[in-house]
């Protein structure tokens, strides 16, 4: 992966999630080859694609919270965010096609200024509705972010010996050699 900083991992999606619609209208959650065939730009707002992420109910002034691949999440209007990062691919001359085998540019926008303020329905989902718990999302993506850059800690893990070394390393190192350390015995 050449830029997990800008590689989409996770993001608020929304759509229906009644169960008597599962493989139907109720898979919201894919961020598939499928949603990039048929949402866009050139779609119009109220399509059922561009319900996914473009113009997805109860964005946080106008923005989706998005997870990146390197660990970290901020929040981003849909307009600013391109083809590219949900492919994982950075540069021109590769081709990005979608399910229906149209080439996608790499810096292409996923969407458009105007729709950054939409929302496909402004009516609560219905796990919303029978939870009262939607302001809580946030929460939850709280909790897998940390999840997320916990499994990136783990994997960036240092070698024994370098644990074991004097020296003080610097970023997410530190923080790792500073969990490392081993604790005072108590005589």
Same mark, same amino acid.
């Given at each position: 992966m050449t830029k997990p900083s800008? #590689?989409?991992a996770m993001c608020d999606v929304s759509g229906s999630n009644d169960?008597?619609?599962v493989n139907g209208v109720a898979d919201a959650a894919w961020i598939d080859t499928v949603w990039a065939a048929r949402s866009g730009p050139g779609f119009a707002a109220n399509s059922q694609f561009n319900g996914r992420i473009q113009t997805a109910y109860a964005k946080h002034n106008g923005r989706v919270n998005?997870? /990146?691949a390197d660990g970290h999440a901020a929040p981003s /209007?849909?307009?600013?965010l391109y083809w590219g990062q949900f492919y994982g691919v950075f540069q021109s001359g590769i081709t990005l096609l979608n399910y229906d085998h149209n080439p996608l540019q790499w810096n292409g926008p996923i969407s458009q200024t105007a729709y950054d303020s939409l929302q496909?329905? #402004?009516t609560?989902?219905?796990?919303?509705?029978a939870t009262k718990k939607h302001k809580n999302h946030n929460l939850t993506l709280s909790l897998l972010c940390f999840f997320v850059a916990m499994l990136l800690f783990i994997s960036l893990r240092p070698p024994k010996s370098f644990r074991s070394a004097a020296v003080v390393p610097r970023g997410p190192r530190r923080l790792i050699s500073i969990f490392l350390k081993p604790a005072a015995s108590s005589q």
């Open positions: 800008e #590689t989409v169960p008597a619609f998005i997870i /990146y /209007y849909p307009s600013a496909w329905s #402004t609560p989902r219905i796990k919303d509705i």
